[in-house]
């Protein structure tokens, strides 16, 4: 059974920097495309960061140079660090998978941040 869970959401200042994490189990996420998604009440869900199996990661433009995303396949984790955090950047954060064609979601994890 697939399952992400996301942890490392909470307040954070303005300028500050978080480090978000999606641990992963039923399958292995280094041979997935494994992503970080944001969204806002009333919002469309949105692309923060994705990164391939290959290791090819791309970025939602608002966030580029600033949130870097990245993978430990010994714990079989993928993270998020968020650095030169934003108001804008308030949001609940969602762990993302594509696993044999299908498409799977951590509950998400809350980020407020503090201007």
């Known amino acids: 059974q697939v399952r992400l869970v996301e942890a490392g959401g909470g307040l954070v200042q303005a300028g500050g920097s978080l480090k978000l994490s999606c641990t992963a189990s039923?399958?292995?996420?280094?041979?997935?495309?494994m992503s970080w998604y944001r969204q806002v009440s009333g919002k469309q869900r949105e692309l923060v960061a994705g990164?391939?199996?290959?290791?090819?990661?791309n970025y939602g433009d608002s966030v580029k140079g600033r949130f870097t995303i990245s993978r430990d396949n010994a714990k079989n984790a993928v993270y998020l660090q968020m650095n030169a955090v934003e108001p804008e950047d308030q949001a609940v954060y969602y762990c993302?998978?594509?696993?044999?064609?299908?498409?799977?979601w951590g509950k998400g994890t809350l980020v407020t941040v503090s201007s």
């Open positions: 039923g399958f292995i996420v280094v041979v997935n495309t």
């Open positions: 993302h998978a594509r696993h044999f064609g299908g498409d799977y």
């Open positions: 990164l391939t199996s290959n290791g090819v990661a």
